[in-house]
């Protein structure tokens, strides 16, 4: 442990992802997943992941710890804040791109905070469930998931699907 508070840290990190998608922006004019073409554009592409999992880690402990929380209300509050970019797109035209980004971010303190939920001891509130059994479930529905996709079985939209919300 650093001693550094979970606000501070999640401070920090929202702003460096911000700088990452300012000059992401700035660089190459779109944000967009689609136009990943260049190593450029894909190394921006690999900073906003690196930054959304310190994101992910440092706010939903700040939710959890520094608020008193809990995982679990973390989660569910994490939960609602997903549907602000759903609603934002659908009912007040939020650019796709942004609606995207914003979910991503989203669900990396959402996700964490469901695991930690599971994992984390029932004296912490957790349901002690311990980390093996949780990453043996992720590893068998990834798979599962990814063996679906590749079989065309999920339902992904086709690229020209895909650039109407570009």
């Known amino acids: ?66 608020m008193n929380m809990g995982y679990l209300s973390s989660a569910v509050a994490f939960g609602m804040v997903i549907a602000v970019p759903l609603v934002a797109h659908r009912r007040f035209r939020l650019n796709a791109i942004a609606a995207f980004w914003f979910a991503y971010v989203i669900t990396r303190p959402l996700g964490a905070s469901f695991a930690d939920w599971f994992a984390s001891p029932k004296k912490t509130a ?29 339902g992904y939209a086709s690229s020209a699907e895909e650039q109407a919300w570009a």
């Open 1 to 66: 442990m650093l001693g550094v508070p979970y606000i501070a840290s999640t401070a920090f990190f929202l702003v460096a992802l911000a700088a990452i998608f300012a000059g992401w922006y700035w660089s190459e004019k779109t944000l967009s997943i689609h136009s990943i073409q260049t190593r450029r554009r894909e190394s921006f592409y690999w900073a906003t992941v690196l930054a959304t999992f310190a994101v992910r880690t440092a706010a939903g402990d700040m939710t959890a710890k520094t």
């Open 126 to 154: 957790g349901l002690g469930w311990n980390t093996r059994p949780i990453t043996l479930v992720l590893m068998i529905a990834i798979t599962a998931r990814r063996r679906l996709a590749a079989d065309g079985g999920c």
